[in-house]
């Protein structure tokens, strides 16, 4: 598992478009716990009517890799779609640097909510756009950069995710996988400290899945970015994950939240099971 980027590493990203950084971060000395980002208190989820999970409890802390996971329907979509404010919940808060993201004037609302970076799962780019104008619209509704500082951040952002020269390219002329990762230099248009991504491996082949889930990798530990990820693939859980959390169907809440491995060999009976799933013994 790559280590915990330190700090630095956010400054030490070059300003100029090209390939990640060379060389790697040292690793967090043991005393220095990462700070938390992100508290979940007490937070219950609805879709439609029908409360989906409540008694959530958890943190998300700087530069962790933590997976939302769960059988299909369990309320993941839900729960991110709350942790990034869009939907109000039925109990509990969300607090971001200890501000409530459900509470507050719009304004203030707005400005936590440009903290974060999110892919959806549908997570479409504008057909209409090409790649550079994509990842340029996030900057243009929400800062003041001008013409030409947006070109050359979203060039760079572009470069962060292998799409050097991709710029003007329309999605169209893409593969799925090209896709995603386009979609994966969009949400990082405005520098988030934190990432979530809902099933961003979905529609593409193994090795294309897993090659995502080895760009998130190398974009956390070069940028630094906490990154929330929703997935039911194992595969990926393993591969990235440093927590997992677990959201039972049937308890309709979390029943499990540590390191994917210690959760295999030590969790509840249903969430070894559910991490089990495909493993050939
Ligand atoms: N807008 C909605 N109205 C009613 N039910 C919904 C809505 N969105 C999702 N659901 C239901 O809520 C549950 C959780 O959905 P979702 O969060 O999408 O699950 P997951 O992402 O884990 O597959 C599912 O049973 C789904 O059918
Ligand atoms: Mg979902």
Same mark, same amino acid.
């Given at each position: 598992?790559?280590?915990?980027?330190?700090?630095?590493?956010?400054?030490? $990203?070059?300003?100029?478009?090209? #390939?990640?950084?060379?060389?790697?971060?040292?690793?967090?000395?043991?005393?220095?716990?990462?700070?938390?980002?992100?508290?979940?208190?007490?937070?219950?989820?609805?879709?439609?009517?029908?409360?989906?999970?409540?008694?959530?409890?958890?943190?998300?802390?700087?530069?962790? $890799?933590?997976?939302?996971?769960?059988? *299909?329907?369990? %309320? &993941?979509?839900?729960? =991110?779609?709350?942790?990034?404010?869009?939907?109000?919940?039925? #109990? %509990?808060?969300?607090?971001?640097?200890?501000?409530?993201?459900?509470? %507050?004037?719009?304004?203030?609302?707005?400005?936590?909510?440009?903290?974060?970076?999110?892919?959806?799962?549908?997570?479409?780019?504008?057909?209409?756009?090409?790649?550079?104008?994509?990842?340029?619209?996030?900057?243009? =509704?929400?800062?003041?950069?001008? #013409? +030409?500082?947006?070109?050359?951040?979203?060039?760079? &952002?572009?470069?962060?995710?292998?799409?050097?020269?991709?710029?003007?390219?329309?999605?169209?002329?893409?593969? %799925?996988?090209?896709?995603?990762?386009?979609?994966?230099?969009?949400?990082?248009? =405005?520098?988030?400290?934190?990432?979530?991504?809902?099933?961003?491996? *979905?529609?593409?082949?193994?090795?294309?899945?897993?090659?995502?889930? /080895?760009?998130?990798?190398?974009?956390?530990?070069?940028?630094?970015?906490?990154? $929330?990820?929703?997935?039911? /693939?194992?595969?990926?859980?393993?591969?990235?994950?440093?927590? +997992?959390?677990?959201?039972?169907?049937?308890?309709?809440?979390?029943?499990?939240?540590?390191?994917?491995?210690?959760?295999?060999?030590?969790?509840?009976? /249903?969430?070894?099971?559910?991490?089990?799933?495909?493993?050939?013994?």
């Amino acid at each position: 598992m790559t280590p915990l980027p330190q700090a630095a590493d956010r400054a030490a $990203v070059p300003a100029q478009g090209g #390939a990640l950084p060379a060389g790697g971060a040292a690793a967090l000395p043991a005393a220095a716990a990462p700070p938390v980002l992100m508290q979940v208190r007490g937070l219950a989820v609805a879709a439609g009517n029908a409360v989906v999970q409540s008694g959530l409890e958890f943190d998300i802390r700087a530069g962790e $890799v933590l997976v939302m996971m769960g059988p *299909s329907g369990c %309320g &993941k979509s839900t729960l =991110l779609r709350h942790l990034v404010g869009l939907e109000r919940p039925v #109990a %509990g808060q969300v607090l971001l640097a200890g501000h409530d993201l459900h509470q %507050g004037n719009a304004d203030e609302l707005a400005a936590l909510r440009r903290r974060f970076g999110v892919m959806f799962q549908a997570g479409a780019l504008w057909s209409s756009m090409s790649l550079g104008e994509n990842v340029m619209f996030p900057m243009r =509704l929400f800062t003041r950069l001008g #013409a +030409a500082e947006r070109r050359r951040r979203a060039r760079f &952002k572009l470069a962060l995710v292998g799409l050097d020269g991709g710029f003007d390219l329309m999605p169209a002329q893409l593969s %799925g996988g090209m896709r995603k990762r386009a979609a994966l230099a969009r949400a990082l248009a =405005l520098d988030p400290e934190l990432l979530f991504l809902d099933e961003p491996g *979905s529609g593409l082949d193994p090795l294309n899945a897993a090659r995502l889930d /080895e760009l998130v990798l190398n974009l956390r530990h070069h940028l630094g970015t906490a990154v $929330v990820l929703v997935t039911h /693939e194992n595969a990926s859980i393993f591969a990235v994950a440093d927590r +997992a959390l677990y959201l039972d169907p049937h308890a309709h809440t979390m029943t499990a939240l540590g390191p994917p491995r210690e959760l295999l060999a030590h969790g509840p009976a /249903e969430v070894r099971a559910f991490l089990q799933r495909g493993v050939v013994v």
